[in-house]
């Protein structure tokens, strides 16, 4: 060992230390776009800053009690995870069974495959922007398919549970064709010979599909619902765009969390330090959210495995 040439010595200093470079890069960006930001909106939150004066004096949690006495950050984030798990469920759901058909032997699979991407490659306000007209509450299409049923119409801006629903419909729309093709990868990585075991055994197609396929799906289901928490949670183009003010609503039935820390950063307050206090809280709920549904994802795949063993 001690005979190494300079040359051989570089030549291992370069193997163990390529990965490490090669993955610096992203750790860099990271650390620049990424980290510093969050670490200097916590700076932020603990200050009164305002938009045009800047920084001002340290209040340290003074801008987190302010904002927690505010009756409107508590229904931002009502209508937060109320949206949340309107759009998040079922689009998991949705997403799952369109990936299993589209894993089935159906005719032109790359139109269809390509077709149910087609609504994430629309800019979220175009989406808004028609939606919003479809769920109109005078004129909107949706109002018009329930008379045809002869249903009374619904009062979408004015309720705050049909204003969820329609928003999580927009939000359905653009993310359940791309999750869709996340699942479709993971389906085609399934070996060919379970299912063929399965088959030879006696199962059927549904009894197959809740049996090996969702059990199978584990990690992927738990990479998109924590991924769908992430985005569900700091939902903002939608709701925003829901109505042409843009402030959710006239009683604030529909503005989200993202919604009110626009209104603290630009709006009247103009007040950086509470926006930058409810940006930290929005965070903590994302992160614990995001365990529980890893927790909660993981015993219920393991389970399903368990039981298909058996």
Known sequence: MSNLTGRQRLSRLEVKLSPYLYVSPFFIVFAIVGLFPLLYTAWVSVHQWHLIGGQGEMIGLGNYT??????NFWKSLRNTFSIFLLSSVP?????????????????AKTFWRMGVLLPYVVAPVAVSMIFAKIFADQSGAANALLALVGLDPIAWHGSA???????????NFRWTGYNALIFLAAMQAIPREIYEAAIVDGASRWKTFFSVTVPMLRPTIIFVVITSTIG???IFDEPRMFDT???GGSDKQWMTLTMYIYELGWGAQK????????SWILFLIIIVVGAINFLITRRIASSDAKGARR
């Open 245 to 247: 003010m843009g402030t």
């Open 66 to 71: 302010a904002v927690l006495e505010q009756p």
């Open 232 to 234: 569900g949670l700091q």
């Open 161 to 171: 549970f049909w204003s969820h629903v329609a928003i999580a419909t927009m939000v």
């Open 91 to 107: 689009q998991v759901i949705a997403a799952i069974v369109i990936a299993y058909f589209l894993d089935t032997n159906i005719r």
């Open 271 to 278: 007040s950086f330090g509470r926006a930058a206090a409810v």
